[in-house]
C-alpha cells in the first residue's frame, strides 16, 4: 500500500514537471534592443538574427510618421501600396504569429519602403523553447502546481458566434453585450469578401466615419489581442454596412483573479505525457 502511495507522489511530481516543460510565447518588438521600427534601422540584418515562432506577438513601436502595412509577397519586393492586407497607423501594433510562413510588412509612408523600412517575418514551428525576458519568468523556483491550475488561460472569441458572425444579419450590439472580454483574450473576426473590418475611434464609431482608421484589415480572418483595459470600436467600412449595424463596441475588463504576465502553450509531447500519466494514476 504504501509502495502504491509513493508511486502516486512520484507520478504528481512527473505530471507537474511536464506542465512546468511549457513553450513560452514571446513577444518580439521589431527592431529591438537597440533599433526600431524606423529607417536607420538595418531591418534585414535584424530579422535575420531573430527566430520567429508560431504562438509569438510581432510588436511594432513607431512614430506618426510612419505606419504598419502587411502585404503580400509581390508587394513587398515592389513596395507596392495597393490593397494591403491591414494598415495599422497608430502605435503599438501587435501582430500575432499564429502560423508557420513568411510575412511581410511595409511602411506606407512617401519612399520609405524603398529606403529599407520593410521587414520579413519567417514563422517556424515553435517545437523548440525560446529563452523568454527575464521579467517574464515566475520568480524565485518557478511555478508551482497551484499556480499552473489556476492560471488564467486567453481566450480567443470568435465575433458574433456561435449562432452568427461579423456580417449583416448578426446582431452584434446584444452578442456583444452577452460577452466577457478581459485583457489577454484575442478578438476574432471571420468574414467574407463583402466585408472587411476597420478599427475605429469612438467618434468614428458613432458616426459611421470612415476616415482616418487606426487600422483597416481587408482579408479574413482578422486577430485583434485585447491588451488593456477599455472599449474598442470596429465597424465594416464597405458601403452603408455600418450604418446597417455591422458594427461592434467591446469592452475589456481585466482578467480574472488569478492572473498572470505570461502566456503558455502546452507542447505536443507534453499534452501526451500528461495525459498517459492521469491514465496510470487512475488505473492504480
Known sequence: MARVSIMRILMVFAATAMLVDMVVAVDITVGSPNGGWDLTTDL????????????????????SAHDVLEVTKENYDSCGLGSPISTTVTSPAR???????????ICGRGNHCSQGMKVQINVGSGTSTPTPPSSTIPPANGPTAAMLVDMALAV??????????????????SWASSQTFSVGDNLDFQFTSAHDVLEVTRENY??????????????SPARFPLTAEGSRYFICGRGTHCSQGMKVQIDVGSPPPPSSSIT???????????????MMLLSL
Not at 501582430?95 to 510588412?105: D, T
Not at 480567443?156 to 450590439?173: E, Y
Open 156 to 173: 480567443d472569441i470568435i465575433v458574433g458566434s456561435p449562432n452568427g458572425g461579423w456580417d449583416l444579419s448578426t446582431d452584434l450590439s
Open 206 to 219: 458613432d458616426s459611421c466615419g470612415l476616415g482616418s482608421p487606426i487600422s483597416t484589415t481587408l482579408t
Open 44 to 63: 534585414s540584418s535584424w530579422a535575420s538574427s531573430q527566430t520567429f515562432s508560431v504562438g509569438d506577438n510581432l510588436d511594432f513601436q513607431f512614430t
Open 264 to 278: 503558455l502553450k502546452m507542447t505536443a509531447g507534453s499534452i501526451l505525457g500528461f495525459g498517459v500519466l492521469v
Open 95 to 105: 501582430f500575432p504569429l499564429a502560423a508557420e510562413g513568411s510575412r511581410y510588412f
